[in-house]
């Protein structure tokens, strides 16, 4: 293997790989970091580029620190943990910052600061690969080795939620001694509160109101009658829920307890709890959600008698937490089972009187239906990774149409993909009167790739 010595490493990358140059080739150096001098095998050579991965060190950086995971460079879950938390939040800043004026020739106009909470044991919602290798001893449970399809051997994960990372060895026997356990793919786990008991409502604090862990075995065949005792005893003994999933999402049904407490997150300051099902697609991280939905509704300076839009608002994260601000608010996101969800849960919270909420494909919209839904004071857009690129334009064509007047005076976008905000981003202030006020990065996902963000878009006075 060829051995590439003393390469000095410029930057580092998204994936924590370092940036060197040798003999006019850009060398991507795994394990490295900012101005470390590096010996390097190197494991992919193409014209323009290596992949190579450090081996022996003449110079460290003072923000490498030592991984807390003993499978740390073998598992694909995390990226970052060799390096400082501080100098992560950087490298997603720098991210950031570099997105929005590459793709977009953006500055904002200020840099807020980086929204941080718990590095170990945040995940609360994981979806973990089980697959039986005969090689490896049998049955293995967890992530995905890096940048491979094969699945990790881990034990333990300290990323994960305490008492899922607790129960992994159980669980992985639990399925190895299924009679289905080569026909079982994959293991989804939520965790969630409980209500409290005595009727106080949100005054309890988290720390009295019961967890419930919900796991979701995805199965290609019907479980045997022993399978079934298997669960069940074990879902006793580790007190959690076991649902089963035969097909796509719609199909997990709860298997066990019955009846079995409601999986639900809370948003104390605004007096919500939000209830949700196990496949239901929820931030990872309570924590920084709560934050989250803190920061994006102080963005928005919501006042009494505006009207609000949250687009792409799944079962009514922001939608409700705006309810409480604002006069009226209305929901939009392309999944009905979500639309359903959100509509049931503004009923519970008593808030059915100031939302509402509509089904409507927000990748295909044009501005003429965004005028149909009437004028909007304020504006939310919390997309997927593919961002609101349809939305977006149909803003600019309303203000190039000279429809200015009848658009949001705020918007505020909350990203999970860089790339894509700094295009919106672009489309919105080149094209649609408003400039970039503030962004900056919210770390829901510690050391791991992942970049998070918010922006608050001004259309001035």
């Excluded at 598992?75 to 997105?99: F, N, Y």
């Excluded at 994960?160 to 129960?167: F, N, W, Y």
């Excluded at 007190?239 to 066990?256: E, M, R, S």
């Excluded at 239901?280 to 300076?301: G, K």
Aim: hydrophobic share 45%; with cysteine; charged share 20%.
């Amino acid at each position: 293997m060829q051995r590439l010595h003393s390469l000095a490493i410029e930057s580092v990358d998204l994936e924590a790989q370092g940036l060197a140059h040798h003999e006019g080739k850009v060398v991507f150096v795994e394990n490295a970091l900012l101005g470390e001098v590096v010996d390097a095998e190197v494991l992919r050579s193409k014209p323009s580029y290596a992949k190579a991965r450090a081996v022996a060190w003449h110079r460290e950086s003072a923000q490498r620190v030592t991984p807390r995971c003993p499978h740390f460079g073998v598992c694909g879950g995390c990226s970052m943990q060799h390096i400082d938390p501080a100098a992560q939040l950087a490298i997603k800043q720098r991210v950031l910052e570099d997105s929005f004026w590459h793709i977009g020739r953006l500055k904002p106009e200020q840099i807020i600061a980086p929204l941080d909470g718990p590095a170990w044991g945040y995940r609360t919602r994981a979806r973990l690969t089980a697959r039986w290798v005969d090689k490896k001893g049998g049955m293995l449970l967890g992530f995905h080795e890096r940048r491979s399809s094969y699945v990790a051997v881990m034990n333990s994960c300290e990323i994960l939620h305490p008492r899922v990372a607790e129960m992994l060895p159980a669980m992985k026997d639990l399925l190895a001694s299924l009679s289905i356990a080569r026909r079982l793919p994959q293991a989804e786990v939520a965790v969630g509160e409980g209500e409290a008991g005595d009727g106080a409502g949100l005054a309890f604090t988290a720390q009295h109101r019961p967890q419930v862990v919900v796991w979701v075995l995805r199965i290609l065949e019907p479980l045997s009658d022993r399978d079934e005792i298997l669960l069940r005893e074990f879902a006793d003994q580790w007190q959690v829920q076991f649902w089963l999933q035969p097909g796509g999402p719609q199909t997990a049904q709860l298997f066990y307890p019955k009846p079995a407490p409601v999986l639900a997150y809370y948003l104390p300051e605004f007096d919500l709890r939000m209830p949700f099902s196990p496949v239901d697609f929820t931030q990872v991280n309570p924590a920084i959600n709560q934050a989250m939905v803190h920061r994006a509704i102080d963005m928005l300076d919501c006042q009494p008698g505006d009207r609000v839009a949250d687009l792409f608002c799944g079962l009514g994260n922001f939608t409700l937490a705006l309810a409480r601000r604002a006069y009226a608010v209305i929901g939009i996101e392309g999944s009905a089972a979500l639309i359903a969800r959100a509509q049931t849960n503004a009923e519970l919270q008593g808030l059915s009187g100031r939302v509402n909420f509509l089904a409507a494909n927000l990748f295909e919209v044009g501005p003429e239906w965004l005028q149909q839904q009437g004028h909007f004071d304020r504006m939310l857009l919390d997309p997927p990774r593919e961002g609101a690129q349809a939305v977006c334009q149909s803003l600019a064509a309303l203000h190039a149409s000279g429809q200015g007047m009848q658009l949001p005076q705020r918007l505020v976008y909350v990203s999970c993909n860089p790339a894509t905000l700094a295009r919106d981003a672009a489309i919105l202030v080149h094209e649609g009167g408003w400039h970039l006020a503030q962004a900056g990065v919210i770390n829901m996902f510690p050391h791991t790739a992942h970049v998070e963000s918010i922006a608050m878009f001004d259309r001035g006075v």
